[in-house]
């Protein structure tokens, strides 16, 4: 099953593209619903694909975590995706997704794997809020196919934050030190869970900031910005002077935003900042190819307000 994710060489030239590869899965028929919807994961997140393993049961874990597995030595947790959403299904799963993002890993539980689809950022949609709703904010992005079907991004940041030990916020940001000057943050990211987290931070930074949840509406947020700079006849970086991008999201994603932001002259001066859970030296390095001016991983806010703080200073 592996054999699905050969070609990482291939992949990483989708940098700057607006390209994305995802492997589509499926968790079972919903009783409710009698429908069985299909999902996605961005493949770079993906390590391997097999049969599940022998879980060993672990006390005091979140219902949707079966327990542990031995993969090389390593213990890595398991979670029941349709367990996680909440989906009646009758049926078991049978395939186990080994995920690597944020420096964890994990493993997904799923019923089956579909192929691995190859599709441009602008085709997929940012969720209608009925569906945000339905999936408990766990879909960050949609698409259609040829043959009618939907598929689902799933916020795997989400699952990861809601099944996984991390101390607080308050407790890690507590020793934040207010920057004490004037700035402002533009930051985008398509994940909830991570639009939260940054906006901790930068309040505990003191800093003002402005948002997007996703690439596209990002760029035009920015462009509406240097126009009135044009106008105002003021630097844009007088009122701007960090740009904070996460790497996956619907429409636009953070490498040609980056890209675009680095072709435009009047951002000239004002550092990208990629935060991703997409965190690998090989996807840093990625980063670099389109110009981005530092990367730091998610669930880190205390490195994030590090980094910041030396690009605001």
Known sequence: MSDLLKNIDARTKLAGTNKLEIL???????????REETFGINVFKVREVMRIPEITRAPEMPDSVEG???????????????????IETDCKPEIMIVTEYNGQTQGFLVKAVDNILRLDWSSMRVPPAMLLAEMGGLVTAITELKDGRLVMMMDVEKVLAETSHFDSDEKILKNVQPL????????VDDS?????????????????HVSAVNGRQAWEELLKMADYSDVSDIPLKNSLQVI???????EMDGYMLTRKIKAD????????????????SSNQQLGKTVGVDGYVAKFEPQKLSKMLARMLD
Request: charged letters at 25%.
């Open 265 to 280: 002259k009047r951002f000239a001066g004002i550092p990208v900042l990629m935060h991703s859970s997409l965190s690998s």
């Open 192 to 208: 909830a869970v991570a639009r939260g987290q940054i906006t901790r931070t930068l309040d505990a930074m003191q800093v003002k």
């Open 24 to 34: 589509m899965f499926s968790l079972g028929k919903d009783i409710r619903s009698n």
């Open 180 to 187: 004490g000057k004037d700035r402002t943050v533009f930051f």
């Open 68 to 86: 542990m597995v031995s993969l090389r030595g390593v213990l890595v947790p398991v979670i029941d995706l349709a367990k996680f959403i909440e």
């Open 244 to 250: 904070l991008t996460d790497v996956e999201m619907p």
